[in-house]
């Protein structure tokens, strides 16, 4: 069973525009990462955010958490036609060896 | 590129068949995760290999089942192959157990007809 839910489940936006998605899990955890996909392939490794930790940034993505909500959001700022994806959170929930994956929010940037 | 691999990249089989997915890990990862990833969906983790030993299972019936080899290379096997078998998998290598970042392959897209 898939432990996050993002939402939107797609969003459309102008390139230049930012992007902001969601992401709600159930369970206590001990990180929450952001992977992004593009058409079907490999999974791309983002960023990681740990729990003692509310806001991280890397490049143009800046991700939040909040555990007391159990959601997490990935922004990404001036969004380029190349960041058109699929974008999923994935948390380690209650271990420390596998993943647990959103369903996804399917992102397109048009130029 | 993660400079994970897989092979194939592509496969159709009928169902009751079995298949052997197969999966390089990236250099000096000892750890491989395999993943299924139906259309639509996110990746739903099979299981998880350590230094050659099966080291965590997911939700997923005896016959999903998995090698690792000495050079840490990894193959997914499933046998009677059903209809909703079909999907994208996915096999992951992390540098070491408990590593939380892992890093991906391309997938071997299934179709089970």
């Known amino acids: 069973s898939q432990q996050g839910e993002e939402d939107p489940q797609a969003l459309s936006i102008q390139e230049g525009e930012n992007a902001t998605m969601n992401c709600s899990y159930k369970?206590?955890?001990?990180?929450l990462q952001w992977y992004r996909q593009n058409s079907g392939r490999g999974l791309v490794h983002l960023i990681l955010?740990?729990?003692?930790?509310r806001e991280k940034h890397s490049g143009r993505l800046r991700v939040t958490l909040d555990t007391s909500k159990k959601s997490s959001s990935l922004l990404i700022t001036a969004s380029r036609a190349a960041d058109t994806a699929s974008y999923f959170c994935a948390t380690d929930a209650d271990s420390s060896y596998k993943l647990i994956f959103g369903s996804g929010t399917r992102l397109l940037v048009r130029p | 590129e993660t400079g994970v691999t897989q092979s194939p990249t592509h496969l159709i089989k009928t169902r009751g068949q079995q298949v052997t997915l197969r999966c390089s890990s990236q250099s000096g990862h000892n750890t491989v995760s395999w993943y299924q990833q139906a259309l639509g969906q996110g990746p739903q983790f099979i299981f998880q290999?350590?230094?050659?030993?099966?080291?965590g299972r997911g939700n997923f019936p005896p016959r999903f089942s998995g090698l690792q080899f000495p050079n840490y290379s990894s193959e997914l096997n499933v046998n009677a192959l059903e209809l909703d078998d079909s999907a994208l998998y996915l096999c992951?290598?992390?540098?070491?157990?408990?590593?939380?970042?892992?890093?991906f392959g391309p997938g071997t897209r299934l179709l089970v007809l």
């Open positions: 992951a290598s992390s540098l070491r157990q408990g590593q939380e970042t892992q890093y």
């Open positions: 290999y350590y230094r050659e030993e099966e080291n």
């Open positions: 369970t206590s955890i001990n990180n």
């Open positions: 955010i740990r729990s003692n930790e």
